[in-house]
C-alpha cells in the first residue's frame, strides 16, 4: 500500500480531514474518501469541465490538482452552493431557463458561473462565452446555460 | 494514476537536492496541467513530485521600467493577463497566457511550466523568445542564466540538467515605441493546440515610419520553437511596408520544417507560417501606432 498523507482543508466552510495517497486527484478524494459527489469525471484530462470547483478562490479542474496539494486552502463544490433552505440564484436559473438535460456537465457549469459572477458580476454574453469555454455539454446546448448565467446575473 | 511520492519543497535548494538525488524519476510540479494528465496516461513515468509552488522565488511577479519584468516560474497564467503594467509592456505573452485552456486551466497553469514541457506547440514560448526572456535556473552548482531560445531541445526536452529547475524568467523592458503580437491558428474558438503560431516584437522609430528592429518567432513548425533569425534581422532598418513584411513572412516560411499530423499537413502549416507572421508583424506594429 502506497503511503497516505494526513490533509487538513476547508471544504464548503467546514474543516475537513482526511487521508490520501499523493497520486489521488482532488476530484477523486472528493467523491471517494468524502462522498461528496457533486463535481464529476466526465474527461479526467482538463478538458470538460464537470470536475470544476474553487480553490482559494480561483476556478479549477478537480482533475488536475492532487489532493495533497490541498493542505490549508479553502475548496468550494456544488454541494455548498445552495443555503440550507433555497436554491442559489445560479440555480434556479438553470432551472427557469430548462438549463439542463442529463445534468452530468451541471455541477461544473454551475461552479463555473459562481466564479465568474463572483468576479465580474455583470459579464457581458461573449464574456460568459469565453469563460465558460472550458466546460462542455453535450446535450443542453449552451444558449440556454449562456441565458440562464446572463439571468442570474441579472438576479443577484 | 501510478503510485509516487510528492514533496512540497520550501525552498529552492530543498527542491534542488530532492530532483539532483532522485534524477530522472522526480519532476517539478507546477500547476501540473501537463504533469498530472502525462503521468496519469503513462506518457511519463514519475516517482517523485516536486511540488514548488510554496517557494518564495518561483512566486515573485515584479515589473518596472527599469529592471523589466521578473516572473517566477510557477506564477499562473490569471495573474500575468490580470496585471495592467504587463499587458502594456509584454502584450505577446498575455495574448499567449489567455490562450492557454479555458479559465480553470489558467488558474493553474503557469508559463514556466509552458516552458519546461517543452511542446512545439506551446503558446507562451514564441511570445518569450520575441521578448528576450532569460531563464534563470537553480542547480546543484548555484544559479545560471540562459537565452529562452536555447531552452528547448527538442519535443518535451530542454537544457535543464539532473537537480536543475527553472525559478523565474526575466525579460528586460522593450525599448519606446516597441510592441509585441502572438498569435495561433486553431480550427475552433478556444480550447485547442496551435497548429501554427507565430510572435513577433517591433521597435519603430520615434517618428513611427521605419522599423529599428523586429524578431519573429513560430510555434509548432519545428521540433522546438523557433526563433526566425533572418526574417527578424531584414527588417531591421526598413521603412514599414507591405513588401518589407512579405519579404520577411517568405523567410520565416524558408525555416519552417513541419510535419503533418491530425491538426494539418506540413503544405498547410508552412502557409500559415506566411499568413500569421504577417498578422503578428502588422498586429505588433498597429500596437505601437495604437499606444
Ligand atoms: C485542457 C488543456 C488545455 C491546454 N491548452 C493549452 C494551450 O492552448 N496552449 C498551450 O501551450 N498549452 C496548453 N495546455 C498545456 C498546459 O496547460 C500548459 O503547457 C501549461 O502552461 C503548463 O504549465 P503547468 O504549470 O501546469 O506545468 P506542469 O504540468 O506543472 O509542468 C509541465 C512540465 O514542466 C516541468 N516543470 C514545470 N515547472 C518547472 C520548473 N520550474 N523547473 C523545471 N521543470 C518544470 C514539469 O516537471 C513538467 O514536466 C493545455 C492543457 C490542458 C489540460
Ligand atoms: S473531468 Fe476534469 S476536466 Fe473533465
Ligand atoms: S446536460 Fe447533459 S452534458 Fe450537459
Redesign the interface.
Known amino acids: 500500500m502506497a503511503r497516505k498523507t494526513h490533509v487538513q482543508t476547508q471544504i464548503n466552510g467546514d474543516s475537513v480531514e482526511f487521508l490520501c495517497e499523493a497520486r489521488q486527484s482532488l476530484l477523486e478524494v472528493l467523491r471517494d474518501e468524502l462522498q461528496l459527489t457533486g463535481a464529476k469525471e466526465g474527461c479526467n484530462n482538463g478538458n470538460c469541465g464537470a470536475c470544476s470547483v474553487i480553490l482559494d478562490g480561483r476556478l479549477v479542474n478537480s482533475c488536475l490538482v492532487l489532493g495533497v496539494e490541498t493542505g490549508g486552502k479553502v475548496v468550494e463544490t456544488v454541494e455548498g452552493l445552495a443555503a440550507p433552505d433555497r436554491l442559489h440564484p445560479i440555480q434556479d436559473a438553470f432551472l427557469e431557463n430548462a438549463a439542463l438535460q442529463c445534468g452530468i456537465c451541471t455541477p461544473g457549469f454551475l461552479m463555473s458561473a459562481k466564479a465568474l459572477l463572483d468576479n465580474n458580476p455583470n459579464p457581458t454574453e461573449p464574456e460568459v462565452r469565453y469563460w465558460l469555454a472550458g466546460n462542455l455539454c453535450r446535450c443542453t446546448g449552451y444558449d440556454k446555460i449562456v441565458r440562464a448565467v446572463l439571468d442570474a446575473a441579472a438576479a443577484m | 494514476?501510478?503510485?509516487?511520492?510528492?514533496v512540497?519543497a520550501q525552498t529552492v535548494p530543498e527542491a534542488v537536492a530532492v530532483l539532483k538525488e532522485k534524477g530522472q524519476q522526480a519532476r517539478v510540479?507546477a500547476?501540473?496541467?501537463d504533469l498530472?494528465?502525462q503521468?496519469?496516461?503513462a506518457k511519463r513515468d514519475v516517482d517523485w513530485?516536486v511540488?514548488i509552488?510554496a517557494i518564495p522565488e518561483v512566486n515573485v511577479l515584479t515589473h518596472d521600467s527599469q529592471n523589466g519584468l521578473r516572473l517566477g516560474a510557477a506564477v499562473p497564467c490569471?495573474q500575468i493577463y490580470g496585471t495592467e503594467s504587463i499587458c502594456e509592456s509584454f502584450p505577446a505573452l498575455v495574448d499567449a497566457t489567455k490562450i492557454i485552456?479555458?479559465?480553470?486551466?489558467q488558474?493553474?497553469a503557469c508559463v514556466g511550466g509552458n516552458l519546461c514541457n517543452a511542446s512545439p506547440a506551446a503558446d507562451c514560448i514564441p511570445p518569450l523568445i520575441v521578448l528576450n526572456a532569460i531563464c534563470v535556473i537553480a542547480g546543484p552548482g548555484g544559479e545560471k542564466e540562459l537565452p529562452v531560445g536555447a531552452f528547448c531541445t527538442g519535443p518535451g526536452q530542454t537544457a535543464l540538467e539532473r537537480g536543475e529547475m527553472l525559478v523565474a524568467l526575466k525579460i528586460p523592458q522593450p525599448s519606446s515605441h516597441s510592441s509585441s503580437y502572438y498569435l495561433r491558428f486553431i480550427p475552433r474558438?478556444?480550447?485547442d493546440i496551435a497548429v501554427v503560431g507565430a510572435g513577433a516584437a517591433v521597435t519603430l522609430d520615434a517618428a513611427q515610419e521605419t522599423i529599428v528592429s523586429a524578431r519573429i518567432a513560430l510555434a509548432a513548425v519545428a521540433p522546438t520553437p523557433l526563433f526566425a533569425e533572418e526574417a527578424s534581422a531584414l527588417l531591421a532598418g526598413r521603412e514599414i511596408s507591405d513588401a518589407a513584411i512579405d519579404e520577411a513572412a517568405a523567410a520565416a516560411q524558408a525555416i519552417a520544417r513541419p510535419i503533418s499530423d491530425m491538426r494539418g499537413t506540413a503544405e498547410q502549416r508552412t502557409h500559415l507560417v506566411g499568413v500569421l507572421t504577417r498578422r503578428a508583424l502588422k498586429g505588433a506594429i498597429q500596437r505601437v501606432l495604437d499606444a
Request: proline letters at 0%; aromatic letters at 10%; glycine letters at 16%.
Open positions: 494514476m501510478q503510485a509516487f511520492e510528492y512540497a510540479l500547476g501540473g496541467t498530472i494528465v503521468v496519469r496516461e513530485m511540488d509552488k490569471y485552456g479555458g479559465t480553470a486551466i488558474g493553474r474558438n478556444e480550447m
